[in-house]
């Protein structure tokens, strides 16, 4: 409607134009190879413009029909360059929903219709191909992001996936090291870094990701103080394995002070003190970490601290008391003393340790004292009772993996087989258990391709 009347106006400018002319006076005589043209003025001047008018008119739909196949072709690239970004879509859309076949099929489509993809259709095929167990389709595509400056990290970042599930460390710390260079403080990276850095036994290099991702929040301060003591911990039994029993020492008390309320360091640190005689030391040790953690260990070591002429079962019972002070309402305190009672016939306060200890937590340790209680008391049957509450208690509190649940003999700085750091812990494993993340928790959600792949698992 508006352009129409636009041309209207414009008709009628040119019209009004062409009338003044015409009105005005004066006339115009031509003489041209024997002709003779007489016209008014300004009939001839209103010719010229309707002549250049109509020649501009012309000129512009030459140049229109020359530019149409240029015109038509970006206009068809622009319509498959948009069918392609949304092939694209829909193929990282399958991806989350594992959907391999579907990924396949938008990928293909993708390739064939766009031409400037800044990386994003070797991304959709790298990830579908992963998603079908294609390592090698996947390893190319990745490494095609790698020729685009504003693609590599994307490549490196597939690359080190591929290497990890191939279980290759090597590569994946080569490719891990370069993701870290390119982007150094990214949580993910970091926290990937050091996992292979510490695989490695890499431990100057992982002690400082460490520091990085204290700073970086990525870890919390007692995880890095605990990741750090099981390091030196490790050091330590390798040093020990060369049979460098001073450096041994040494890295055990480095583990300790870098780390005192952690079991493990403790735990190695006492039977040194002990061999080299400073008790003093030991039985300090012992009781700072009682009071955090009760354990077994504790109570052996605290045993070989004993004074002179602490040898009959009165002067132990109170020697493990004075232990027991320390943290005298956890359940390992009761437990140990409801042993020591019963050694010398205390069954009062046997039982007594042993109710106070089951109203904490019932565990297996805690019935079969109970079961010794009753048959000591001659209650053959309540004995029989307890024992079958057996199956019903809480298992013992042991070494055990938080991340697999397998129960270990003692604490050791990897998890065989699977090789996890620093992850053994002394715990009820059904409890831990309850308490664990699932398996298939969030990833980080600065990594956006491993949000893709964690919807599609």
Sequence with gaps: MLRTLWFLIKLGAVGALGAWLVMQPGATNLEWMGYKIEAQTGLVLFAAVLFAL???????????????????????????????LQAVSYGLSAIAAGDAAAAEKQAERAKKLIKSDHGLVPLLAGMTARLKGDTM????????????????????????????????SDQALVLAR?????????????????????????????????QKMTKAKTASAPQAAGDRAAMLLARAIEAAGRGQADQAYFL??????????FLPSALAYIPFLIRRGEKKDAMRVIEKTWKVMPHPDLQDAWMKCTPDGTNTPAKTYQWL?????????????????????????????????????????????????????EEKAGNHHAAEVCREGMHTAAPDRVWVCRESGRIYGAWMPFA???????TIVWEDPMQLRREAPALSATPDTGDAMQLIEYKAA
Excluded: C
């Excluded at 993701?179 to 050091?194: D, E, N, S, V």
């Excluded at 069954?347 to 109970?370: C, I, N, P, Y």
């Excluded at 065989?416 to 620093?422: A, D, L, M, Q, V």
């Design 54 to 84: 109509v020649f501009a008119w012309l000129y512009q739909g030459w140049v229109a029909i020359k530019r149409a196949p240029k015109a038509i072709a970006r206009h068809l690239d622009a319509r498959a360059q948009d069918q392609a």
């Design 137 to 168: 389709a996947a390893e190319t595509a990745f490494r095609d992001l790698l020729n685009t400056r504003e693609t590599a990290f994307i490549g490196v970042r597939g690359l080190l996936q591929l290497a990890l599930d191939r279980r290759q």
């Design 178 to 210: 370069q993701a870290h260079r390119m982007h150094p403080k990214q949580g993910w990276i970091l926290k990937t870094l050091y996992a292979l850095e510490v695989r490695e036994r890499n431990w100057v290099e992982a002690q400082d990701l460490l």
């Design 252 to 261: 055990t008390r480095e583990a300790y002070e870098a780390a005192p309320v």
């Design 321 to 373: 008391a004075r232990l027991a002070d320390f943290n005298r309402d956890h359940e390992t305190s009761h437990l140990m003393m409801a042993e020591a009672a019963l050694t010398q016939n205390l069954t009062g306060e046997a039982r007594a340790h042993v109710d106070a200890a089951q109203a904490l937590r019932k565990s297996q340790r805690s019935v079969r004292l109970m079961v010794m209680l």
């Design 416 to 422: 065989p087989p699977h090789n996890s750091f620093n």
